[in-house]
């Protein structure tokens, strides 16, 4: 049961404040604010340099004097304030010292933009092998102005452009320091978007993992060059006596494979080429050639240079190991894995990937070997095998001992509840259930976390324990191996080194420990993970806690093939006892297969602590009366599964209405519904409540709304528009919260485009969102503002998210500034903006912030209709922007398909443009009729489309309802097609004589024909 709001505020008033603060992702204008910035956080006037804890106060004078003389005074005035905050201030000095001392452009260009000078130190207190790089490539300065993209992770593709450019401007030979090379400036970017928090964790591997992958196909395309000087490539002679190339191909393990490398990580790396009978007269051969090429691609990763090795290459997890070739057959390594390779060699290759050279040759591999680690029968015996393997490879480890600081320090990754117990234990339970449960089968450790939590194979304080720990110890990992570059896990003895870490980990911790304490901290989280390894791992017969028993039953249920029908039984005789009606619900003779699957996931879910038990025991009668739930929708039921509290919003359904109000966001924890937003607001930005605390109540209750919406969609068998207008305003609501979280920026609005702008936001939507200001002087500060506001809506918790924010359709795309001034917006409907644009701020529409702004800037978009409406080009470019986004012949997609809703999009949208309509936004239906109204579309052809879209957007509802997720097209397995075309029958009141899918192509066809004759009518 929530709390009231005042019972919260005197809960939180005694509870301390968790971490340091809110811990957001900075966006990259912060940095210049905090530049400008000499505010003492001791509350005594400006910073001076007596105030910066430097380690040799005696021996940092000079320095101090010189750079003073190089910089300007109102940088030199600055600079305390942020060497206040390096962690380790004495050697930033030293480095920016030489920065500034090395080029009076430098110093010029730092004393200009104050920013730079902030990501410079950054870079030098927290690693000194990056301050080298940065003082060698101080062109990378440059680029942090130009190319403004701390905002986003780099893809690989952009990877790729990024290298080329570089070989193209540098004259260096060896290409094994130019790779080097190459990847020390990236990690200067990567660096800097994970220490200003703008990259969480996953997003920091994955980024150095592309790059990696970059490097990796960069050398294998050298060694090519090398070895094809020398030799053909390698063929081989089919059937019909034809030559064909064999392909080669370059695998990752480990944390490359699962895209998690940290910035000093070794890379293990499997080569494997294809099978074929060789050309009689080759010469040489096909072995011999891929095993002097994987040589090849080794020696100019490993090579080590003025720059250092591009990587550690680790090719041990190749078959047999170090006496294994070092490449290696496709249908040699599969009888490998298939009859001769221990378990713990199967169990490696659940990170098993393509990194490069031949994708076909990398996907049959995994395809074909994955029912050698993924089985049925595996059971935790097998998993026993691969333990004691890797216990004999570790043999320092003692679990029964706890974790203490011995004369070597702490190892975070192979000590126990360590790294290596998390990634171990969540690739155990992987085996365990990933054979019935494809799902499961994953790479990266957080994600693969997640979905055991979904699937209820870790309980959610196992989850939130793993999950806090494993990156907490991974940015621990981080920070070690960033100091000097170097491979190392323990942390440091010593008093000034241990200090500088904890002030690199600021800001990273939250919850019940705090980080005066380094050590203690770690102690207590690899305690806890120890814990949880060895309840798992080691089967412990401890009855001391509910959870220390579902752990044990879940490992005997694998182990009984009898288990599951059991624990059915169990289940059935608690309720018997505790709540006959349930009982009675339970039994039922009619219940379909996936309504009693389904009801028994959720029964499971119940009985895993006592919170949840008592929930469900006081609705029976929900339980009951929406069986239908469990028979038509996975989506719903998972978060019942999930979330099985929720089960009492089924008994209050009937008491919510459609479309709700800011004010009802958060009744439940307030007690009331409020007049007006105040008290929520103040709610979510009361100081004394935790930023994660806020975000976990938003994602909450969204999630209540959500499931409470599709629950009635369901039971009710309502509208689709009526759906839309409810998830709609659960939306609306959401970025309202999310706004009061950002701090409620005056001088500032949101709006949205897309489903959103046109009321039509469905379940697992992205929400499209623009973000104005009022004035340029404060677009940096406003900035900060809609990066918080997105952190709060899109930022991954252990509480999911609340939905995608989408900001790429604002003037400039990507490219341009995440907020703008309406005189921007003129300016850029007047003379840049694209015909599509026209056509998709035709449901621009005011959701949060200052109205009058909103108003202004909406207002502003007169210029781009206008321009259109008089542009004979306006429809030959809407006619082949549609004709771009259609898919395949065959390939049906509910939005893309020739007659689907883009045609009735974008006939609607070109109407309205065309024909002066200004009034925006809308549902389509909403835009389709005023088209009639003015005159630009007779009604019998309205009727036509209106009747398609409400179709074709009730089949797309409905689908996402019944799978769980956001589908193309009909759902392929029969009892979801079958559930999807009964629930839309029943919404609409229609039969479909040749079913669904036939109705959905007959639509298409309708459709386009309307769409074809009025854009040639007004082509005319």
């Known amino acids: 049961m929530l709390c009231s709001l005042a019972e919260l505020r005197a809960l939180y008033q005694n509870k301390p404040p968790s971490g340091t603060g809110e811990n957001l992702p900075s966006a990259a204008n912060e940095a210049e604010d905090r530049a400008r910035s000499s505010f003492n956080p001791r509350g005594q006037g400006p910073l001076v340099w007596d105030d910066v804890p430097f380690h040799d106060r005696q021996g940092v004078r000079p320095y101090l004097e010189r750079i003073s003389s190089k910089l300007s005074s109102k940088l030199a005035t600055a600079l305390p304030a942020l060497f206040f905050e390096s962690p380790d201030p004495d050697s930033a000095l030293i480095l920016f010292d030489q920065l500034v001392s090395g080029s009076p452009e430098i110093a010029h260009l730092l004393d200009r933009h104050h920013s730079l000078a902030h990501y410079a130190l950054i870079v030098f207190g927290h690693s000194r092998f990056l301050g080298d790089t940065l003082l060698q490539n101080t062109d990378l300065l440059q680029s942090f102005l130009r190319e403004r993209n701390f905002d986003r992770s780099f893809s690989r593709e952009e990877f790729h452009e990024a290298l080329a450019r570089f070989r193209a401007r540098s004259f260096e030979s060896d290409v094994s320091v130019l790779l080097s090379r190459f990847k020390r400036r990236e990690y200067i970017r990567i660096m800097l978007r994970d220490v200003l928090k703008i990259a969480p964790l996953a997003e920091t591997t994955a980024e150095i993992s592309a790059l990696a992958d970059v490097l990796i196909e960069d050398a294998l395309r050298e060694a090519e060059s090398r070895l094809l000087r020398r030799y053909e490539w390698p063929k ?83 078959p047999q190991g170090n006496e294994g070739e070092l490449a290696i057959g496709l249908s040699q390594a599969l009888r490998y894995y298939a009859s001769l390779a221990h378990d713990w060699e199967r169990q490696a290759l659940i990170k098993v990937r393509h990194t490069a050279g031949n994708q076909m040759l990398a996907r049959e591999f995994v395809r074909s070997v994955q029912p050698h680690v993924y089985t049925e029968q595996i059971n935790f015996a097998a998993i026993k095998t691969a333990l004691m393997a890797r216990e004999r490879m570790h043999t320092s480890r003692r679990y029964k001992k706890p974790v203490e600081l011995s004369g070597d320090g702490i190892d975070v990754k192979i000590d126990p509840g360590g790294i290596r117990d998390i990634e171990f234990l969540v690739q155990c339970l992987q085996r365990v259930y990933g054979g019935e449960e494809a799902w499961l089968r994953s790479g990266g450790t957080l994600f693969s976390l997640q979905k055991l939590h979904d699937k209820r194979h870790i309980s959610g304080k196992e989850f939130h324990d793993l999950t806090s720990a494993y990156e907490f110890l991974r940015h621990l990992e981080h920070r070690l191996q960033l100091r000097q570059g170097q491979q190392t896990h323990r942390l440091p003895l010593s008093g000034p080194e241990l200090r500088i870490l904890r002030r690199c980990m600021e800001g990273y911790e939250a919850g019940e420990y705090r980080l005066g304490d380094l050590v203690a901290t770690v102690q207590r989280r690899m305690a806890a993970v120890a814990d949880i390894y060895q309840r798992i791992i080691y089967q412990q017969q401890t009855r001391r806690h509910p959870e220390i028993e579902e752990a044990e039953f879940r490992l005997r249920s694998l182990l009984d093939p009898s288990a599951a029908d059991q624990s059915n039984q169990q289940i059935l005789e608690r309720l018997a006892t505790d709540t006959p009606a349930l009982y009675e619900t339970a039994v039922r003779h009619d219940l379909s297969h996936q309504a009693r699957k389904n009801l028994f996931r959720f029964l499971s879910a119940a009985f ?36 099985p509290e929720e089960i009492a919003s089924l008994d209050q359904r009937d008491e919510t209405p459609s479309r709700l109000g800011m004010g009802q966001l958060f009744e439940s924890v307030l007690g009331h519904t409020p007049e007006t937003s105040d008290p929520v607001v103040e709610y979510l930005t009361a100081s004394e409540l935790p930023h994660g605390e806020r975000l976990a109540l938003l994602r909450q209750h969204y999630r209540h709304r959500v499931f409470t919406s599709g629950a009635r969609d369901i039971a009710e068998l309502r509208n689709v528009y009526r759906s839309f207008s409810a998830s709609t305003a659960a939306a609306e609501d959401a970025i309202a919260a999310a706004y009061g979280i950002a701090g409620s920026p005056e001088g500032f609005a949101v709006l949205g485009v897309g489903r959103l702008g046109a009321g039509e936001f469905d379940i697992l939507s992205d929400a499209d969102l623009l973000f104005v200001c009022d004035q340029d002087e404060r677009r940096a500060e406003l900035t900060k503002a809609a990066a918080r506001l ?70 502003q978009t007169k210029a781009l209709f206008e321009r259109f409406a008089a542009d004979q080009d306006f429809l030959p470019s809407v006619l082949e922007m549609r004709t771009r986004l259609e898919p395949e012949k065959q390939d049906y997609n509910f939005k893309t398909s020739s007659g689907a809703i883009y045609d009735i999009d974008f006939l609607t949208g070109f109407l309205l443009v065309k024909h002066g309509i200004r009034e925006k936004g809308g549902t389509l239906r909403d835009r389709l009729w005023r088209c009639v109204a003015s005159g ?28 769980g997720r956001p589908h193309k097209w009909l759902p392929a397995t029969e009892h979801a097609r079958q559930v999807t075309e009964h629930l839309t029958a029943e919404i609409l009141k229609r039969e479909f004589a040749h079913g669904v899918e036939a109705e959905l192509l007959s639509t298409f066809s309708e459709v386009r024909e309307v769409y074809e004759r009025v854009l040639g009518r007004n082509a005319i």
């Open 236 to 318: 081989t002679v089919d059937a019909a006596n034809r030559l064909n190339d064999v392909p080669f191909t370059v695998l990752s393990l480990g944390k490359l494979g699962g895209n998690e490398l940290n910035y000093s990580s070794d890379v293990d790396l499997l080569y494997l080429f294809g099978d074929g009978k060789e050309p009689a007269d080759a010469a040489i051969g096909n072995r011999e050639y891929f095993v002097r090429l994987a040589q090849s691609v080794t020696e100019i990763l490993s090579h080590a240079t003025s720059e250092g090795a591009v990587f550690r290459i680790d090719l041990r997890l190749r």
């Open 608 to 643: 895993t602590t006592s919170e949840r038990y008592s929930a469900v025991v006081r609705h029976p009668a929900a339980v009951n009366r929406d069986l239908t739930l469990f028979d038509s929708s996975d989506y719903l039921t998972d978060i019942l599964v999930r979330h």
């Open 790 to 859: 997105m952190q709060a809506l899109s930022a991954y918790t252990q509480d999911g998210m609340v939905f995608p924010v989408d900001a790429r359709l604002r003037p400039q795309g990507g490219d341009g500034e995440l907020v703008f001034t309406p005189a921007h917006l003129a300016a850029y409907c007047e003379h840049e903006a694209q015909p599509w644009e026209a056509l998709t701020y035709t449901k621009l529409r005011f959701l949060g912030g200052s109205r009058s702004l909103g108003d202004l800037a909406i207002s």
């Open 936 to 963: 630009a579309l007779e009604r019998v052809d309205a009727a036509k489309l209106d009747h398609a879209a409400e179709f074709l957007r009730t089949v797309d509802h409905i689908v996402r309802l019944v799978v």
